[in-house]
């Protein structure tokens, strides 16, 4: 176990709402970066955030949006959801951007219908 | 990043050494290899990385060439547990964003 906590565990939306999912780091991380894992592939970046800062980006569009806490919690929100965002959200938390492991929750399984 | 190719799956007999290819023959002095793995329906979990020396830890070893164009992760004795699909991937360590690239991985089934 990482101590990296993510809810909820499933989700199901309807195309065109908004969801928003959570993630908790582990203790004494400053840094969460979210991926998305579509069914048999392998997990892409969306954005990390260090210190409540967006501290890079994938290839993801502006509706993908998130937040980070002071106390180093952070939201994944997603605007106007498509069919092709059904996929494994996780997080993964990292005592900071210049270290080399990162930390993953177990994810959020989201279906869109 | 420099990309990376495995093989899409292959198989390993309970007990036995578990030994998984990567080609990385683009890499650049100044990236690493790591390696991670996912248990199927869990997020990925860090195993080892390595520069250019050879690399242990208590879940594995890492041997990388001397011209580091390819490595192998190696699980000695592999159980059922083992069983995932493990990511090589190569990046620069202390980069801003501290992105993870993965590419499609191995995917190892360990057999009693």
Same mark, same amino acid.
């Given at each position: 176990?990482?101590?990296?906590?993510?809810? /909820?565990?499933?989700? $199901?939306?309807?195309?065109?709402? *908004?969801?928003?999912?959570?993630?908790? =780091?582990?203790?004494? %991380?400053?840094?969460?970066?979210?991926?998305?894992?579509?069914?048999?592939?392998?997990?892409?970046? @969306?954005?990390?955030?260090?210190?409540?800062?967006?501290?890079?980006?994938?290839?993801?569009?502006?509706?993908?949006?998130?937040? *980070?806490? /002071?106390?180093? =919690?952070?939201?994944?929100?997603?605007?106007?959801?498509?069919?092709?965002?059904?996929?494994?959200?996780?997080?993964?938390? +990292?005592?900071?951007?210049?270290?080399?492991?990162?930390?993953?929750?177990?994810?959020?399984?989201?279906?869109?219908? | 990043?420099?990309?990376?190719?495995?093989?899409?799956?292959?198989?390993?007999?309970?007990?036995?050494?578990?030994?998984?290819?990567?080609?990385?023959?683009? &890499? +650049?002095?100044?990236?690493?290899?790591?390696?991670?793995?996912? $248990? %199927?329906?869990?997020?990925?979990?860090? &195993? &080892?990385?390595?520069?250019?020396?050879?690399?242990?830890?208590?879940?594995? =070893?890492? @041997? @990388?060439?001397?011209?580091?164009? +390819?490595?192998?992760?190696?699980? /000695? %004795?592999?159980?059922?547990?083992?069983?995932?699909?493990?990511?090589? $991937?190569? !990046?620069?360590?202390?980069?801003?964003?501290?992105?993870?690239?993965?590419?499609?991985?191995? !995917?190892?089934?360990?057999?009693?």
């Amino acid at each position: 176990e990482t101590g990296v906590t993510q809810s /909820p565990t499933h989700l $199901i939306k309807t195309r065109g709402q *908004q969801v928003t999912l959570r993630c908790s =780091s582990q203790s004494g %991380h400053n840094t969460v970066s979210w991926y998305q894992q579509a069914l048999g592939q392998g997990p892409q970046f @969306i954005f990390q955030y260090y210190r409540e800062e967006e501290n890079g980006r994938g290839n993801f569009p502006p509706r993908f949006s998130g937040l *980070q806490f /002071p106390n180093y =919690s952070s939201e994944l929100n997603v605007n106007a959801l498509e069919l092709d965002d059904s996929a494994l959200y996780l997080c993964a938390s +990292s005592p900071g951007t210049w270290t080399d492991t990162q930390y993953f929750g177990p994810g959020t399984r989201l279906t869109v219908l | 990043d420099a990309k990376t190719t495995q093989p899409t799956s292959m198989d390993c007999a309970e007990g036995r050494a578990a030994n998984l290819p990567c080609n990385h023959s683009t &890499i +650049s002095g100044n990236e690493y290899v790591y390696w991670y793995r996912q $248990i %199927h329906s869990q997020g990925p979990q860090y &195993i &080892i990385h390595g520069l250019k020396n050879n690399e242990t830890n208590e879940m594995a =070893s890492l @041997i @990388i060439t001397e011209d580091r164009k +390819s490595s192998t992760l190696i699980l /000695p %004795h592999a159980t059922l547990r083992d069983t995932a699909v493990y990511y090589c $991937i190569v !990046r620069v360590a202390n980069n801003a964003g501290n992105m993870l690239t993965f590419g499609g991985g191995t !995917r190892l089934m360990v057999k009693p």
